[in-house]
């Protein structure tokens, strides 16, 4: 049993009638600001997290062709 749409309606009115509605606009721009910085930061993290990822790939590699070379000349 769900809620039909004139349920919807009277809570809205209801809701309306408690907090106005310039103030409702104010709580839903503030709630999409909100949203939108939440977004952003994980996608930061997620940038963040891939850039380290690449940078330890890279770090791996030099690493690797380091330990190489001291092979070579200390085996010579």
């Given amino acids: 049993m769900g809620i039909s749409i ?8 209801i809701v309306l009638l408690l907090f ?5 606009r104010n709580i839903g721009t503030d709630l999409g600001e ?3 910085g939440f977004r952003s ?9 891939d850039n380290a990822q690449i940078e330890k790939s890279e ?15 200390q085996g010579k």
């Avoid at 004139?6 to 009115?13: G, K, R």
């Avoid at 106005?20 to 409702?24: H, I, P, Q, T, V």
């Fill in 41 to 49: 930061s994980v996608k930061d993290t997620e940038n963040d997290e």
């Fill in 20 to 24: 106005g509605a310039k103030r409702l």
């Fill in 6 to 13: 004139w349920q919807l309606l009277i809570i809205l009115a």
């Fill in 59 to 73: 770090s791996d590699v030099i690493e690797g062709e380091v330990t190489k070379e001291k092979e070579k000349t």
């Fill in 34 to 36: 909100a949203v939108k």
